[in-house]
């Protein structure tokens, strides 16, 4: 069964040869394409916050929402979770909630 359908394969690639490195050079490029944007895709997510002394103590909140259609994740969180978490938690030395705004101190 095996060496038939390569024989089809090998038939069809020599009777459309033209075809057939048109259609190996775009895969070969979709592949090659899809690995780049991967590895930088993973990259940039592996290495985000890299360059901070206290790497270790670093914690980002997300929120999630739900909608008729489904559930959305953002990195956003309300304006007063910055209070709740200082006064409540004696580990948070700080807490962030917008990038444009400036760290909050206890």
Excluded: C
């Excluded at 090998?10 to 057939?20: F, K």
């Excluded at 050079?25 to 930088?40: E, M, N, P, R």
């Excluded at 990195?75 to 030395?93: I, K, S, V, Y």
Aim: no cysteine; proline share 4%.
């Amino acid at each position: 069964m095996w060496k038939n359908i390569f024989l089809i394969i090998i038939r069809t690639l020599r009777r459309n040869m033209a075809y057939s490195i048109l259609n190996f050079f775009g895969l070969s490029t979709a592949f090659a394409s899809v690995i780049l944007i991967s590895s930088l895709w993973l990259k940039d997510e592996f290495t985000f916050n890299q360059y901070h002394e206290k790497l270790d103590k670093i914690q980002r909140v997300i929120a999630h929402h739900s909608y008729s259609d489904g559930i959305s994740t953002s990195p956003a969180a309300p304006g007063t979770l910055a209070d709740f978490l200082r006064n409540n938690n004696p580990e948070f030395n700080a807490a962030r909630v917008n990038p444009t705004e400036s760290l909050k101190y206890e």
